[in-house]
């Protein structure tokens, strides 16, 4: 019964490859995100979904495009890869219109770029 | 910029202890924060969360603190267990409405048995 699983959790490609992430989440949100943590361990969101609506695109490069086929279902697309973008993606969902923003994450996916 | 920031990245606290860790965020606006565990392999999980109407929230085991004066958040776990060995972090949202949430750097929590 997870609640956020994305797919596939790890992930090595060699530079210049094109290569997608799937997030699905079944806890009925209509917001979903994606999240970059760096080998530090910061967290730094990317992109936010709601009702298959984009309203937040952080300074994220162009080679980077989400798609929200619906509510359920946030990909991120990454062109061109390079070795900066191997990170952990986290992919998120909370219900927007509480006051409080309570997201619930997915397992990651560690991409790692060679 | 806004950020949230820690004041230590490291925390190392004897089994049973009570344990403190500290953020710092720079955003007067941010009206919701919230604590997140991060454990080895894991995605961030939430912990407690508090609105900027309050000061103080407690949950099993967990007390969050947020002290708007001086923009600093803490979280309190008390009688700590080999399990809460993770990494912490702090998150705040700019804002009702606005759904971006800024994490802090986070501090490694462990426990020694």
């Known amino acids: 019964d997870t609640a956020v699983s994305q797919t596939p959790k790890y992930l090595v490609t060699q530079m210049g490859n094109d290569k997608s992430i799937k997030c699905e989440q079944n806890?009925?949100?209509?917001?979903m995100y994606w999240y970059k943590q760096d080998s530090k361990k910061f967290l730094k969101i990317m992109f936010s979904?709601?009702?298959?609506?984009?309203?937040i695109n952080e300074t994220v490069p162009n080679r980077f495009s989400p798609k929200s086929p619906d509510k359920a279902h946030l990909n991120l697309h990454i062109n061109s890869l390079e070795l900066g973008d191997s990170a952990v993606y986290f992919c998120?969902?909370?219900?927007?219109?509480?006051?409080?923003?309570?997201?619930?994450f997915g397992q990651g996916t560690r991409l790692t770029v060679v | 910029g806004e950020s949230v920031g820690l004041h230590l990245p490291t925390l190392s606290v004897q089994e049973g202890d009570n344990s403190i860790i500290n953020c710092a965020y720079s955003?007067?606006?941010?009206?919701?924060f919230i604590w997140y565990k991060q454990e080895s392999g894991k995605g961030p999980q939430f912990i407690i969360d508090?609105?900027?109407?309050?000061d103080k929230r407690q949950g099993q085991r967990v007390t969050v603190l947020l002290n708007k004066t001086v923009k600093h958040l803490s979280l309190q776990i008390a009688a700590t267990q080999p399990g809460d060995s993770a990494v912490y972090f702090c998150?705040?949202?700019?804002?009702?409405?606005?759904?971006?949430?800024?994490f802090g750097t986070g501090t490694r929590l462990t426990i020694i048995p």
């Open positions: 998150a705040e949202r700019a804002g009702f409405g606005n759904e971006k949430l800024t």
């Open positions: 979904y709601n009702n298959k609506e984009l309203i």
């Open positions: 998120a969902s909370s219900k927007r219109g509480r006051s409080g923003t309570e997201a619930f």
């Open positions: 955003n007067s606006a941010s009206d919701y």
């Open positions: 508090i609105r900027s109407n309050m």
């Open positions: 806890l009925g949100h209509d917001t």
